[in-house]
């Protein structure tokens, strides 16, 4: 008997083949997904081996380092043994991580520890991406410090003439090695500062929109918007509670929530609810999904929150609100898997009704120039974090998220229509922020 082709039954096959049909597809089947898993496991698996080798390259030049001060054997070698018991213990995160790899690999990167187990988790997972994040910018900066301290010793030694010279390079020479130590500490010192920020540090950006036509009924008209909240380990229920209230003081008359809302599973909705259960606007809170929303399938359990909370999640659609006699026409999309909304946002647009001055919620900012095309009045985004962790160089900013976007904060201006790209209140990955403060915007239309 010839088997049947993989995924093919012929429907006149007699009952042995269409058995052996079935068995083929269920094997091929099987197969997809095991190696599917095997692509995640190496992916994991790589992610980890280059934070191991970030690591033993940051060892090499810490141990020159330490070579460099003189301590002495034996103080050198009690300074090396502290420095490997630190790192022991700040990895045990990334150990679990290649455990779980190998046991139970759900994503790439995130791991989301159950609620009992959040309290160890926190500052372990803290202290694990304060060290990594640092040994990252350590390892950008050592070859340049050691290479500047080398020079100034070459030269030191090339113009040292006579006693008194030497009493005066003795100074300098411990004044040279307290820098290096200090230069070599910084990265991590700049890790745990963003790790603060992160935590702590909430700015509130008041921007004016100007809208030609803007109807006389909607001038003056205020939004607050929050994006990229990202409830789970690093955003607590308690810190967005404190979200809530610094948007219900600044009495809008409209709120936008544009995606992001939970980390990394769909039981982190619920904490995102309560807190934000309570945010109060005239014209009522208004949200569009993000990736994260998507990729956790917490779609359904969003919905249902925002109808208890008394919001409305728009999904593909919008509403009409009549603000005396004038249209505003609110507009949300989901997050687009394929491409982040390119050559999705316009075919989205042209089943909805464009009437009214239009406000589009779009958690990914890459679709703007669609909607500037359609004639979209104001699109809010997030998505990008501000970058996260930014490294400035006068106007030069160099993040990942440049590699994705050119709109990566603040607000952007194509013909008639604008976009605001918010910073987001929460983290993805390192729960650090550098040069990209968590943000509540005060958002006033104007006429332009």
Not at 78 to 104: D, M
Not at 161 to 176: I, K, M, P, T, Y
Not at 213 to 221: A, I, K, R, T, Y
Not at 280 to 287: M, S, T
Request: aromatic share 8%; net charge positive.
């Amino acid at each position: 008997m010839i088997a049947p082709k993989s995924g093919f039954c012929i429907p006149d096959a007699s009952f042995g083949m269409i058995e052996e049909c079935r068995w083929q597809v269920m094997n091929d089947i099987a197969a997809i997904l095991i190696s599917q898993t095997l692509l995640l496991i190496g992916a994991r698996l790589t992610f980890a081996l280059l934070l191991a080798l970030v690591q033993a390259y940051v060892f090499r030049a810490v141990m020159r380092i330490v070579r460099m001060q003189g301590l002495g054997a034996q103080r050198g070698r009690a300074v090396l043994t502290l420095l490997w018991t630190l790192a022991a213990i700040v990895n045990l995160p990334l150990l679990i991580f290649v455990l779980e790899s190998l046991v139970s690999p759900g994503s790439l990167f995130l791991y989301s520890p159950t609620a009992r187990f959040e309290l160890i988790a926190r500052p372990m997972s803290y202290a694990f991406f304060i060290w990594n994040v640092g040994s990252i910018l350590f390892a950008a900066m050592a070859p340049l410090t050691i290479a500047v301290f080398a020079s100034v010793q070459l030269i030191r030694r090339k113009t040292a003439r006579g006693n008194d010279v030497e009493a005066f390079d003795f100074s300098r020479r411990r004044f040279l090695r307290l820098a290096l130590m200090a230069a070599a500490a910084m990265p991590f010192a700049i890790s745990a500062y963003g790790a603060v920020a992160a935590r702590n540090r909430r700015v509130v950006e008041r921007v004016t929109v100007p809208i030609p036509d803007l109807p006389e009924q909607l001038e003056g008209l205020t939004i607050v918007q929050m994006s990229d909240i990202h409830a789970g380990l690093f955003m607590s229920e308690s810190r967005m509670s404190e979200c809530a209230e610094i948007a219900n003081s600044m009495q809008p008359d409209l709120v936008a929530l544009t995606g992001d809302f939970v980390a990394s599973t769909s039981s982190q909705v619920q904490s995102f609810i309560r807190a934000m259960s309570n945010i109060e606007a005239r014209l009522g809170v208004f949200g569009c999904l993000g990736n994260h929303d998507m990729f956790t399938q917490s779609e359904r359990a969003l919905m249902k929150g925002f109808e208890s909370a008394g919001f409305r999640l728009l999904r593909n659609e919008n509403e009409f609100i009549d603000v005396n006699g004038a249209r505003l026409n609110i507009i949300g999309l989901d997050f687009f898997l394929d491409g982040i909304g390119r050559g999705r946002v316009d075919d989205a647009l042209r089943r909805i009704p464009l009437d009214g001055t239009t406000i589009l919620l779009l958690h990914a900012p890459q679709g703007f120039p669609e909607a500037a095309k359609m004639g979209i009045d104001l699109t809010l985004s997030g998505h990008t974090h501000g970058g996260q962790i930014a490294l400035t160089f006068g106007d030069l900013i160099i993040t990942p998220a440049r590699l994705s976007t050119i709109f990566l904060a603040g607000l952007f201006r194509i013909g008639d229509s604008h976009l605001y790209v918010n910073r987001g209140l929460g983290t993805t990955g390192p729960p650090i922020r550098i040069n990209a403060p968590p943000e509540i915007t005060h958002i006033t239309l104007r006429r332009a």
